[in-house]
């Protein structure tokens, strides 16, 4: 009962996740990112740990197949859960359980993986491919924004969408973009809006924001912040 995509952006380094569903709040358990880590959708019937362990395993330097091998090995539900991972030098890996309500499936692209279940049918995620790869000149965001909105002409969920996410990582730990839209009526008009007001307002005041590499970087007091920060992220996706 969704579509997703994660992706890196070669030029840039940039990692997103996007997806969208016929339920409500689809960016708050299946969209998972860290910056200079990773991106992981985990959908179907959820399992958010899934996401927040890969990610552990991507921040401890293994590659995106090996984690998602790893955390599907101690999952007790396998074939009813969707998974697709990005690491931070764009490799990609999938999981498409067969218990997913069909037309399920999964579809590789450059430094991207589209995944979706309850779908159409497979020119849903074709379509999507073709849209992320046709625009690889515009920012990750837009991409996913598109490639999202593709899926959704061509007919997307079979029972159609209420809730979208779209969220972006740059280098910083805050994210480049963050729109979500958790249930509304027409969500894909609504992602254009609120595409455009963020381009226009958001986008500009977020590249104003602070630095890491900002801090002082003789200051011992900065640099203990900093790795507190960081492993407090960590512990963000241990428990959350």
């Not at 309850?118 to 379509?127: A, D, H, I, K, S």
């Not at 900093?226 to 996706?237: D, F, K, V």
Request: charged residues 20%.
């Amino acid at each position: 009962m969704t579509f997703s995509i994660v992706a890196r952006c070669s030029r840039t380094g940039q990692l997103g996740v996007a997806a969208s569903t016929a339920v409500q709040a689809v960016g708050k358990l299946a969209c998972h990112a860290v910056p200079n880590i990773g991106a992981v959708a985990s959908q179907a019937v959820v399992n958010p740990y899934l996401a927040y362990d890969a990610l552990r395993l991507l921040e401890q330097g293994v590659e995106a197949g090996a984690a998602l091998k790893r955390v599907l090995a101690l999952e007790s539900q396998p074939q009813s859960r969707q998974v697709g991972i990005v690491d931070h030098q764009g490799r990609v890996a999938a999981w498409t359980g067969a218990e997913n309500i069909p037309w399920a499936g999964h579809i590789e692209g450059k430094q991207c993986m589209i995944q979706g279940n309850r779908l159409v049918g497979p020119w849903v995620l074709e379509r999507m491919l073709q849209v992320m790869h046709d625009v690889e000149y515009l920012s990750l965001a837009e991409r996913l924004v598109r490639t999202i909105q593709a899926g959704a002409v061509v007919g997307g969920d079979r029972h159609g969408e209420r809730s979208v996410n779209v969220m972006v990582f740059g280098a910083e730990e805050y994210p480049l973009c963050d729109i979500r839209i958790d249930d509304h009526d027409q969500p894909m008009q609504e992602l254009e809006r609120l595409f455009v007001l963020y381009q226009n307002k958001v986008l500009p005041e977020v590249l104003k924001m602070p630095r890491r590499c900002d801090v002082p970087a003789g200051s011992g007091k900065y640099r203990a912040l900093a790795e507190n920060t960081r492993l407090l992220m960590r512990g963000n996706l241990m428990h959350a």
